[in-house]
Structures are given as C-alpha cells and as structure tokens.
C-alpha cells in the first residue's frame, strides 16, 4: 500500500477512536446532567465512531498495508451547559469533514483511485453527521434554555436515538 496514503489512514483511524471517546464522554456529561435521551443519543454516535475506525482497519488490511492504533489525546469531559455540548459536536464533525478532505486529496496526489474510491463512504457520511448536528443546534435554539423547552427536546433526542438504533439494527 502506498505509504503515504497508508500514513493518512491511519490518522484517521486515531481520529475517529478519539472522537469516539469525544462523544462517550459527552453522553456521559448528559446523563449526569438529567438528559438521559441526550446521552444514549451520544452513545449511539460514540459507537457509530468506532464503527467508522474499524471500516478504516479493516481496509487497510485488506489492502496489505499495516495499522497502527496510536495514543488517544484525553476527550474533554465537562461543558457549562447542553448547547455547548452539541455546538463541540458540529466543531468536531467539521474538523473530521477537513481530515476527510485531506485523506482524499492525499489519494489524489498519490494516484491511489481504489483509496479515493473506498472514501467516498466517508465523504456522503460527513454531510449527514453535519447537517444532523446542525439540526440539533436548530431544535436545541428553539428549546431556548428553559426547564420545559429542554424537558421536550431531551425527549426528542430520546426518539431520535431509538430511530437511528433502529436504522442500525437493519443494515
Ligand atoms: Fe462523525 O465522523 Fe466519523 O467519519
């Protein structure tokens, strides 16, 4: 496998475990925050990340190529209130859309189609983990910080949570 697309990949493989972790600890932070639909939403996407790491290996080992599961930097673990929370959400999935970029552009400079074929993948899901991040900021603005707007929307992500465990479960 071609090196540096190798070098790349495996960036990325760290990157997705670390927001993987990200994520976990966010769900965390919402349930001991008593937004308990929140969190098993945040667990879900936190699983979703792992999944993502292990497309990455699975790939490069297919391809010939050899994996390396680096050092994590520590997630944070607190946020002053549930808005910041998603607001690092959608920074974070923003970041990741830059990563991707790269990834592809490294394939492009090295001539490896097959690569930028596979992360293809990778590219469409960015535009769902955006816009799904910035509908959440949407709903959570409309909530405004009140007691009952909050009550509905951790209500929400609650459905939302089940919906996409679901759609999980039918893949
Ligand atoms: Fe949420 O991003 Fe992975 O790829």
Redesign the pocket.
Known sequence: MNTKVEASLNK?IN??EH??RL?FAMGAWCDRNGFAGSAKYLYA?AE??RM??IKLVNYINERGGTVVIDALPKPQNDWSEILNVFKDVLA??QK??E??NAMFEVCMQEKDYLTSNFLQW?IQ??VE?ESGARTILDKLTLAGNTQGGLFHFDKEMMTMAAASAANQSVQ
Request: avoid cysteine.
């Open positions: 990325q990157a997705e927001a993987s994520y996407h979703e990340e993502h790491m974070h999935e990741i859309t990563m991707i990778y899901e960015q983990e």
